[in-house]
Structure formats: structure tokens, C-alpha cells
């Protein structure tokens, strides 16, 4: 979102908190197909959004962008490199 010039309304320390460094990341799954439905299930739970709410001030197509991947650490990973797909290698 830093990217597209909009500011989360969480400070640097919070985002430090959130997830892993990206050097860490080994898988990345593409859930584009899904990500009017993520926002969509967001939007229904408003009481729960709490510092999200933000989304409703962002463009639609910036938030399909930002929803359209899932990013995973897998502490013991089977591929080589990034991955794509969290079962590769456990069959």
C-alpha cells in the first residue's frame, strides 16, 4: 500500500510486528480469484474491522491488488527458491 501512497493507520512498530521480514517469506500463492470475496467477507464484519475500516477509503482496484496474495513462512520448506504452492513436495 506504501507503494500506491497510502499511509496504514498503524505505526512503523506495528507493522514491524505484523507477519515475517520478507526475506523470510518462502511461499506466495496467488488468490487473486478470491479477492473480491476476502474484501467482501471483510465488509461483513464491520464491528470487527477496527483499524481497517481504512479500506473503505482505498480505490477497489488497489484493494484487489493488496488482496490477491497470500504470503506464508513454511519453517521447513521443500522447494528450493519461492514457492507457490503450500502442499508442493508433501505427496
Known amino acids: 500500500m506504501l507503494e500506491a501512497g497510502i499511509e496504514p493507520p498503524f505505526s512503523m512498530e506495528e507493522r ?27 465488509y461483513c464484519h464491520q464491528t470487527q474491522a477496527g483499524t481497517f475500516a481504512f479500506f473503505h477509503h482505498i480505490p477497489n482496484n488497489i484493494l484487489v491488488k ?3 496474495e497470500e504470503h506464508f513462512h513454511l ?9 507457490t504452492d503450500l502442499l508442493e513436495g508433501l505427496i
Open 16 to 42: 514491524k510486528s505484523l507477519g515475517v521480514p520478507d526475506d523470510m517469506v518462502t511461499t506466495i500463492v496467488d488468490v487473486s480469484d478470491y479477492a473480491n470475496t476476502k474484501l467482501d467477507a471483510l
Open 66 to 68: 493488496f488482496m490477491s
Open 75 to 83: 519453517v521447513e520448506p521443500t522447494a528450493h527458491g519461492m514457492g
